[in-house]
Each structure stands twice: as C-alpha cells, then as structure tokens.
C-alpha cells in the first residue's frame, strides 16, 4: 500500500486546499440551513405586522362596517364623520399592506390567506369614496390609497390565478357579527 506523504511546498498547499474543499463541504448545509431559519424568521416577522396593520379592533371594526353596514350605493355627503373616518382608516390600512406587499417586505401568500377575500369586497364598496377624495377633497393627493387599488386590481386576481384550487372556498354560513 502506498501512502502519500507531503514532501515539498507544493503539496503542503494541496493537502491544505483539499483539507479547504472539505470544510466548506462540511459548513455549507448548516450556512443553508441558517439561511433558510432566517428567512423564515423574516417571514414571521412581517406577517406579524401585516396581523398587527389589519388586525386591530379599530381597523377590524372598520372592515366589518364597510363589508356588513355600508350600503352599496352609497352617497359621501350622507356618511358622518366618524363612517367616513371608519372607511378612511381601512382604506389606508390596506394601502400601507399595499405598499409593503409591493416593496417585498411581507409574504405576499399570508395576505391572500388572511384577507384575499376582503381586499376585493373592500376595495369595491370603497372605491367611489377615493374616487371622491382624490378628485374633490384634496385633488393634489392623486395618489391617495394607490397601493390599496392596485392590490385590488393587479395583486389579487395574479393572486386568485396563482393559488386558484389551492385554498378552501369561503365558508358561507359564517355568521356577518363573527366576522372580523
């Protein structure tokens, strides 16, 4: 049997890159591994605070008036101050989860699963009222709840299309008090 044995520089310096190779072999998939915990953790993070943005009782009282109380036709001069400020804070609400959504700084997939289904609905009862503030009330605001229609319009049918068949339907027989 032979045995190899460094004799000059040269193969000193191979035995050390070969010795090199099977460290960064060895490291790699714990380095994946981290990544991956970080990116998870992330992840957990942002959809904390996508919970936190919508999830308030200011804001879920707001949904459940604009979903449940608003009527479909509704006139703006008729809403008091405090609808208007009900409809105003789910409107920025959701375009704050717009921005972030199209900013890449919450997983796009938890939005869908949480409230996919009420940014649509949201979004068509209110729309009128934005129409209204960004053409009477501030017209130097164009802008106003931008992210919030394209999450409506864009981001939720690429969305629909996307995880079409891999969600239950929404469950019809939930109570409109219950929900929140």
Not at 5 to 33: E, G, Y
Not at 84 to 109: C, H, Q, T, W
Not at 138 to 149: A, D, I, L, V
Request: net charge positive; aromatic share 10%.
């Amino acid at each position: 049997m032979v045995c190899w044995i460094p004799c000059n520089w040269q193969d000193w310096a191979a035995l050390a890159t070969i010795v090199q190779a099977l460290v960064v072999l060895i490291a790699l998939p714990f380095a994946l591994f981290q990544l991956r915990e970080a990116t998870r953790s992330r992840e957990l993070t942002a959809t904390t605070q996508l919970l936190t943005e919508i999830g308030s009782p200011k804001i879920r009282e707001a949904r459940r008036y604009v979903l449940f109380d608003l009527q479909p036709d509704f006139i703006v001069s008729s809403l008091t101050k405090e609808q208007l400020d009900m409809v105003g804070s789910i409107a920025v609400a959701y375009d704050r989860v717009g921005y972030m959504i199209f900013e890449n700084l919450l997983p796009p997939k938890a939005l869908f699963e949480f409230h996919g289904d009420d940014i649509g609905l949201v979004w068509d009862k209110i729309q009128p009222l934005v129409r209204h503030y960004r053409k009477e009330v501030k017209p130097e605001r164009r802008n106003y709840c931008k992210h919030f229609k394209k999450l409506a319009t864009e981001w939720l049918p690429d969305m629909r299309q996307k995880y079409e068949g891999k969600r239950p339907p929404p469950d019809s027989s939930l109570d409109p008090q219950a929900v929140g």
